[in-house]
């Protein structure tokens, strides 16, 4: 049963992949982990959607060809309610920039770290952290980091965030092209 | 110690007795005027403008400017661009570093408005409430052109004494302090020290 | 005069140390004690300035005679040389133990160093020479010895290497000349090595092994290993005698070998010679050059205070060894004169180095910092020191550096003079490295309690703190000394001005022109705005604030970018060289004990027969 | 009892020095900007920096030594000036040779770096470290130029230096002072302190090195001292190889000549880190000099 599903999903690949360095390098990493799904975006760019549980053991695969971690950048689906992390890896043998994108729901934010395959994950994931309040277990040092020590705890990059009246709240007075009234601002 | 104490966390920075040159005071100002050095301390997008002020194009030096990495040695702060809260701690601390008489030349909208980042959490809106500016250059960014005015401003107000940022710094401090003291809260500078040691 | 008669100027000398060192052993009471040990050490100076007249006009004799053989002792101008700079040193280095001993030990052994040191300086003869060396290493090893059993070991087998050597080289020279007196057995060797009685081989054997038993004690590279750790690890008051005088014994043996047997003059020129040089003399300007280039360059990349110090002795007894190696007049007197003013200087630098131990328990620079606010006497005293070592002009240290640097150039040996502009730079390095690891900077909140270093110590630095600054001004005053026994080809035009044939140096005019430059300069400060006291942590740090709680000085690997680009040198090191002798040696004696004392009653009659078979062919039997 | 003539003659050479100097530091500054298209500042800036530095209304302090510094340095820059034999005035020169200017001309060094190390910052302490570590490894080089020189006349004494050069040829006439003049030159730009070894200052690097901590009067002092220094240097390099002068415009165009050959090097070189420059010190230059002292032996 599962073989054939993993020879018709393999088909699939064949025909949507195309024969470049980048397919192959897609196709090989695929046919390691049947969980994930991989796309080839341009020259030089490849792409994963992975279940946020098997997240860190593909992360691992990947590691294998994509020695660099990047960045760990989140997008913040406020209407799906859910975030989106996606993790910049970079080949630099293959010389290929790998996006590998998980959801998470926004309300239980926890993925584990991955500190012990990149350890400079440390210190993208503490910036995670402190903008979208994303909890990553296993990294030890999560905590206040580069905001303002009022600031932590509040996520301000959170599409929900209310930031006029925050800015209100702090700058007070000179804040004064704000206006409750007003839908439209000219700067 | 004990008068280190009464200058409190600022350690004497404003309450100091100024020396006055009364002979040779002309000569002094008209050097002051012929030769400001700037803090090298770039904050914001401004800080793009200042290779073409210095090179060839515009070359500020021809005025005796020059810029300076020690602020010890610096006359005039250039603000160049929108001021964060962290930014202007720093700016802060450095510009009590200098010596009077000292200039301050903001670029920009952001000093003056907050500019484009008018609602954002993290951009001073008014950045004169903080520390006073001697001159505000108005645009977003200003070109060189508009910074060289600036400066010439600058400089006219030096002879003419107007530029007198420093004095009312001093005169005024407890205004400053007050407002430093709401946007980052009390001790902020021994705080701030202190959070960095986990840094290092 | 009158005050001493003549016949009581030598045993007063060599004795009194000794006696006092005894006493104070016995009268093991504070105040006792350090009362006996420092009356020990000021009879040698009363002593000898009382001496001065009669000591550099004439010479005072003395013999003792122990029935076997008879022990001659000189008191002339050179002897009264370096035993006044030796005793000068004994008077601070007495002070600096009141305050950091509280141990008879340390009296009795260090005062039994002071008596052996005397004995070289005014020996007449090897056996009185050799006498008094072993109880001057004795002494010292005795004072290691205490603190760390595997330095004073390292001293040890270095001391008794040179130890042999001196007593086989003495053998031979006696085995020749049948004579122990040092006039006299020159004066043999000479006519027998021009009668061709001595093979050329014997003359440089001998010369050889003087060299190796004197380069011991002067620490000459590669026989400097016991040294670094030898002053260390002692009582740092002592290591201001240590290394400021036990030293000098090293330099004064290469005297005696190079002058008071004037005629092995001929015996260097039996060597031959290497473009222009003295073969003899060259090989002793290299060793010297050598050690100046490696003991500085070991000195700015220490992180232990005391080993700082030490190696940079090295290095300084290194510009003596070279000087007398370039052999011609300016630069022998210029190694004269750096006797004097390495023993102020360095003895100084070790006071201080024991007034900081003292005070803070601590002995490596990341552990020191700001002491300069908390210890503003010993702090000026420092300064002194390290513009004497680092030779800015109105200092002795200058004075004596500037000699050799003269005769090195006019003596055409132009790399040896390189290498002392290269050791300059060095030392300039390293004092810079004291100045700043110790004494400035943010203070270790540790060290808020730290006082002023005690009185006694003070008057010690003091004691040598004077000399630095009158000898540096009036360097007439030692040419002149220098000139009554060695002629120097030094002209000294007055107290302040002396003048090679090439060569002038006017220091009154310096330092006078430098108070004008100073005044000058002073002027324009004052007229400046006042100077508002700040904090340290009112520093400029890119904008950061600093707080009192990290300590932002640099204090560990301050040089390390010549570590770097010395990396290929510091990869090979004579310390590691001889600990791999050493291992290789004790597995070779292990190997031939287990090879021959196997138990085998069988093997040990094979060894009687074999031992028989020898001696039956070389015909004893 | 006193020599007025040399008295007045030891002031006038000051101030003379002391313009020159600053009109030499504006030289430099404005044939770097015409090389590099600029215009420039005025020859006479820096004379109005310093008016300006030390009309500072206010001045700061880390203690004793960091005040004795900047006065120590001029004040041993004054003394270094005062015993070079200036064109045709003599001054202090028969009272030192050539090893005490030689040392003088370094010890200025010293007093700065005492002062900037004793206010504690890590910019300044990195400044002294690179500092002191250009010196050690520009010592061995520029002891050799001066050894081969000394060699060659048989004389320390700077007057005599520059008789026998006027009687037999400038020093750079002599082949293997050739030699040594190339080594000296290429010292000399680390005695300046411009590229390729400006790293002790290395301006947008760490803040301007050892005087980071340097502001007002005792900014003022210090640039009055490179001032000095800079005609002192200039000056004992004319004296040493191009024959001294025999009167002042003489040596000013000398030292002119020695310090565009420092401006042109310096703007078109990028800039040495210290471990390099030590490397770099220790091969060519230091070759050159070993074959230049063996050539003049």
């Given at each position: 049963m599962d073989m054939n599903e993993n020879k018709t999903n393999e088909k699939v690949e064949e025909t949507r992949l195309p024969d470049t360095k980048e397919g192959k390098l897609v196709k090989a990493l695929i046919g390691k982990a049947p969980y994930a799904e991989g796309s080839v975006r341009r020259e030089r760019r490849v792409e994963f959607h992975v279940p946020a549980e098997r997240i860190h053991d593909f992360l691992e695969l990947a590691s294998e060809t994509f020695?660099?971690?990047m960045q760990i950048s989140v997008v913040d689906w406020l209407k799906e309610g859910e975030f989106e992390v996606v993790y910049q890896l970079w080949?630099?043998?293959?010389g290929v920039h790998a996006f590998v994108r998980t959801r998470i729901p926004r309300e239980d934010a926890k993925l584990p770290t991955v500190m012990d395959i990149w350890p400079v994950a440390e210190t993208y994931e503490r910036e995670a952290h402190e903008f979208f309040g994303i909890i990553f277990k296993g990294?030890?040092?999560?905590?206040?980091?580069?905001?303002?020590?009022?600031?932590?705890?509040?996520?301000?990059?959170?599409?929900?965030?209310?930031m006029l009246s925050y800015v209100k709240a702090i700058y007070g007075d000179d804040?004064?092209?704000?206006?409750?009234?007003?839908t439209n601002y000219v700067i | 110690m004990d008068e280190r104490k009464d200058f409190?966390?600022?350690?004497?920075v404003i309450h100091y007795e100024l020396q006055e040159f009364k002979l040779f005071e002309p000569l002094f100002k008209w050097a002051r005027k012929k030769s400001l050095w700037i803090v090298a301390f770039c904050t914001g997008?401004?800080?793009?403008?200042m290779p073409p002020l210095a090179?060839?194009?515009?070359?500020?030096?021809?005025?005796?400017i020059m810029p300076n990495?020690?602020?010890?040695?610096?006359d005039l702060f250039l603000i160049t661009g929108y001021v964060t809260p962290k930014t202007l701690k720093r700016i802060i601390i450095t510009y009590e570093m200098m010596q009077d008489p000292k200039y301050l030349l903001a670029h920009g909208s952001c000093p003056i408005?907050?500019?484009?980042?008018?609602?954002?959490?993290?951009?001073?809106?008014?950045?004169d409430k903080y520390i006073p500016i001697d001159v505000a250059i108005a645009g977003c960014m200003p070109r060189p052109e508009a910074v060289m005015d600036g400066i010439m401003e600058i400089m006219r107000k030096i002879e003419t004494g107007e530029a007198d940022g420093w004095k009312r710094y001093r005169e005024n401090y407890e205004y400053y302090r007050r407002n430093q003291d709401k946007l980052?809260?009390?001790?902020?500078r021994e705080k701030e020290a202190k959070r960095w040691l986990a840094w290092i | 005069m009158t005050l001493v008669p003549e016949a009581y100027v030598v045993p007063l000398t060599l004795f009194s140390p000794l006696v006092f060192g005894v006493l104070a052993w016995l009268f093991d009471r504070d105040w006792v004690r350090e009362t006996l040990g420092v009356i020990g050490a000021a009879v040698p100076l009363t002593v000898l300035s009382l001496a001065y007249e009669k000591a550099s006009s004439g010479t005072i004799s003395y013999t003792i005679d122990t029935g076997v053989f008879k022990l001659h002792f000189v008191l002339n101008s050179l002897s009264w040389y370096f035993a006044f700079i030796g005793a000068l040193v004994g008077i601070a280095m007495a002070f600096g133990l009141s305050s950091t001993s509280r141990r008879g030990y340390d009296w009795l052994f260090s005062l039994m160093s002071f008596t052996g040191v005397m004995g070289v300086f005014l020996a007449r003869d090897f056996v009185s020479l050799f006498l008094f060396w072993e109880l001057m290493t004795f002494g010292s090893f005795m004072m290691v010895l205490r603190r760390n059993r595997h330095e004073s070991l390292k001293y040890f087998v270095l001391s008794v290497i040179g130890a042999y050597s001196m007593l086989l080289a003495i053998g031979m020279v006696y085995a020749k000349?049948?004579?122990?007196d040092y006039a006299m057995a020159s004066q043999t060797l000479l006519l027998l090595t021009k009668m061709g009685g001595v093979s050329k081989a014997y003359v440089d054997t001998i010369f050889a092994l003087f060299l190796l038993a004197f380069g011991v004690k002067a620490g000459v590279v590669p026989l400097h290993v016991w040294a670094p750790g030898a002053y260390g690890e002692n009582d740092q008051s002592y290591t201001s005698f240590f290394s400021g005088v036990l030293s000098k014994a090293g330099v004064y043996g290469f005297i005696i070998t190079l002058f008071?047997?004037?005629?092995?003059y001929g015996i260097y020129f039996a060597m031959g010679t290497f473009h222009g040089h003295l073969t003899g003399t060259y090989l002793i300007a290299w060793a010297g050059a050598v050690t100046v280039v490696v003991a500085s360059f070991l000195a700015v990349l220490q992180e232990d205070i005391r080993k700082l110090l030490a190696y940079s002795s090295v290095g300084q007894v290194g510009y003596i060894i070279l000087a007398l190696g370039v052999f011609n007049g300016v630069a022998v007197g210029g190694a004269m004169f750096h006797v004097l003013s390495h023993a102020m200087f360095k003895g100084l630098f070790w006071l201080i180095s024991a007034a900081l131990i003292l005070r803070t328990g601590k002995t490596r620079?990341?552990?020191?910092?700001?002491?300069a606010e908390k210890m503003p006497v010993t702090f000026a005293m420092a300064l002194i020191a390290v513009l004497s070592l680092a030779g800015i002009p109105p200092m002795a240290g200058f004075a004596s550096k500037w000699l050799i640097y003269e005769g090195a150039i006019q003596a055409h040996m132009p790399l040896v003079a390189g290498t002392i502009f290269l050791g300059s730079a060095l030392a300039f390095a390293y004092v810079v490295r004291f100045l700043y690891a110790v004494w400035f900077g943010q203070r270790p909140?540790?060290?808020?309690d730290v006082r002023e270093a005690p009185l006694p110590l003070l008057v010690g630095m003091t004691v040598l703190a004077i000399p630095n600054i009158v000898f540096g001004i009036a360097p007439g005053l030692a040419v002149r000394l220098i000139n009554r026994f060695f002629n120097?080809?030094?002209?000294?035009?007055?107290?302040?001005s002396i003048s090679t044939p090439t060569g002038t140096y006017n220091a009154l005019s310096v330092t006078l022109v430098l108070i004008v430059g100073l005044a000058i300069a002073g002027l324009v400060y004052i007229y400046g705005a006042n100077a508002r006291k700040i904090k340290?942590?009112?520093?400029?740090?890119?904008g950061n604030p600093v707080t009192e709680?990290?300590?932002?000085?640099?204090?560990?690997?301050?040089y390390r970018p010549l570590a770097e680009a010395l990396d290929f040198w510091l990869k090979y090191s004579w310390d590691r060289f001889y600990e791999r002798l050493a291992n290789l040696s004790e597995d070779f004696a292990d190997w031939l004990r287990e090879g021959f004392y196997n138990g085998n009653v069988q093997s040990y009659s094979w060894y009687l027969a074999i031992i028989l078979l020898i001696l039956a062919i070389w015909g004893v039997l | 009892m006193f020599d007025w003539r040399l008295i007045l003659d030891a002031i006038g050479i000051l101030i003379y020095a002391l313009i020159v100097g600053f009109i030499f530091m504006g030289i430099e500054r404005k044939a770097m900007a015409r090389i590099q298209r600029r215009i420039g500042p005025p020859i006479y800036q820096p004379i109005i920096d310093t008016l300006k530095l030390l009309g500072k209304k206010e001045s700061v302090s880390h203690g004793f030594v960091y005040n004795f510094g900047p006065v120590f340095a001029l004040g041993v820059s004054i003394t270094a000036l005062l015993f070079i034999p200036i064109a045709n005035f003599q001054l202090f020169s028969s009272n030192a040779d050539l090893i005490v200017v030689a040392y003088l001309l370094e010890v200025p060094m010293l007093g700065i770096m005492l002062g900037a190390m004793s206010s504690g910052n890590p910019y300044s302490a990195l400044g002294v470290q690179r500092g002191l570590l250009t010196m050690v490894a520009m010592q061995l080089p520029y002891g050799l130029a001066i050894i081969a020189l000394v060699q060659h006349?048989?004389?320390?004494k700077l007057s005599q230096l520059v008789a026998l050069q006027q009687l037999q040829g400038w020093?750079?006439?002599v082949p293997a002072l050739a030699l040594a003049f190339i080594v000296f030159d290429i010292v000399f730009q680390a005695l300046l302190g411009l590229?390729?070894?400006?790293?002790?200052?290395a301006p947008a690097e760490?803040?301007?090195?050892?005087?980071?901590?340097y502001g007002g009067k005792h900014a003022a002092l210090l640039f009055t001292q490179h001032a000095v220094q800079l005609f002192a240097e200039t000056a004992f390099f004319a004296v040493l190889f191009?024959?001294?002068?025999?009167?002042l415009l003489d040596l000013f165009l000398k030292q002119l000549l020695v310090l565009f050959i420092a401006i042109f090097v310096a703007s078109i070189y990028p800039r040495f880190t210290i471990d390099q420059a030590a490397k770099f010190f220790w091969k060519w230059p230091t070759i050159i000099g070993i074959i230049a002292v063996l050539l003049t032996v």
């Open positions: 020695e660099m971690l080949s630099v043998s293959e990294n030890p040092r999560l905590g206040p980091f580069l905001l303002e020590p009022r600031e932590y705890e509040k996520h301000p990059l959170r599409k929900d965030f209310n804040f004064d092209r704000y206006d409750e009234s007003k | 409190g966390e600022n350690d004497g997008c401004g800080g793009i403008e090179t060839a194009r515009y070359d500020f030096e021809r005025f005796g990495p020690a602020p010890r040695m610096a408005n907050g500019g484009v980042y008018w609602d954002s959490y993290n951009v001073v809106k008014q950045l980052f809260g009390e001790g902020w | 000349t049948g004579t122990l008071v047997m004037p005629s092995l620079f990341e552990d020191f910092g700001g002491l909140s540790d060290l808020d120097t080809n030094i002209t000294v035009n007055s107290y302040y340290v942590t009112n520093t400029y740090q890119s709680e990290y300590n932002l000085v640099i204090r560990r690997n301050f | 006349w048989g004389t320390f020093s750079i006439t590229e390729p070894f400006d790293i002790i200052t760490i803040s301007m090195g050892p005087m980071v901590e191009f024959g001294g002068a025999s009167n």
